[in-house]
């Protein structure tokens, strides 16, 4: 995490040991989750909501330039201080994207958070940045319509849904939302990879368009 520098991401100093704990020592940051905002009604206040994908979307893009994947971004590792500044924070399951075991399963056990987890992370298969992308795209979901896409009785019914792609409309959750911004949303979303953005930069790129396109 040292290794990304942007002001979207929490400042992380040192990694070390006290006693025989081992410690990080990261930037002070007064402020409080994402997942606060949109308990309090965020789908209602899309231009906000639009600048908080950007910097998520800015900060993934310079972490995955770094060869770093988060593998768990949602609302709680998301936090916000009073003037609306992000930052992503808990960079514990991240892994260096060149590294031939950047899969998401630990002596049997899957890595991530279910509601965020994308079907390649599901599958327990070999992950890239756009894993990434995709949690991305659920967040969108949750900030624009305020609540999330898939829900279950358990963790894997969570999952099964995340593979098969199948679930409410945005648009149909919060009429206020716009085409446009639903296929933004829907396309991070994608289950096949390749049919995603394949970077945060394009995810900022279309964000523009969509913005431009609001401005005529």
């Known amino acids: 995490a040292r290794r990304i520098t942007h002001e979207n991401v929490i400042g992380v100093y040192d990694f070390l040991m006290v006693d025989s704990y081992y410690a990080i020592s990261m930037e002070f940051f007064a402020s409080s989750a994402l997942s606060r905002r949109i308990r309090s009604g965020l789908h ?22 770094a060869n770093i994947m988060h593998r768990d971004l949602k609302p709680p590792n998301l936090l916000v201080n009073d003037d609306d500044v992000l930052k992503i924070v ?6 260096a994207s060149s ?9 049997g056990h899957l890595i991530g958070t279910p509601t965020y987890m994308s079907p390649e992370q599901v599958r327990g298969v070999r992950v890239d940045s756009r894993t990434d992308i995709y949690s991305l795209g ?28 199948v679930k409410e409309s945005p648009r ?3 009429p206020q ?19 995603r953005y394949q970077t945060g930069h394009e995810v900022l790129a279309a964000l523009d368009a969509l913005e431009l396109k609001e401005a005529a």
């Open 44 to 65: 209602q206040q899309p231009a906000r909501g639009v600048k908080f994908v950007r910097d998520i979307a800015g900060a993934i893009h310079v972490a995955h330039q």
């Open 90 to 95: 808990d960079f514990g399951l991240a892994a």
């Open 99 to 107: 590294n031939d075991n950047s899969r998401v399963t630990k002596t």
């Open 138 to 165: 659920v967040v969108m979901y949750e900030i624009f319509t305020g609540t999330v896409p898939y829900t279950a009785d358990n963790p894997m019914g969570v999952l099964y849904q995340h593979i098969e792609g």
């Open 172 to 174: 149909s959750r919060n």
């Open 177 to 195: 939302i716009t085409p446009e911004l639903e296929a933004v949303i829907l396309k991070a979303m994608a289950v096949r990879p390749d049919d």
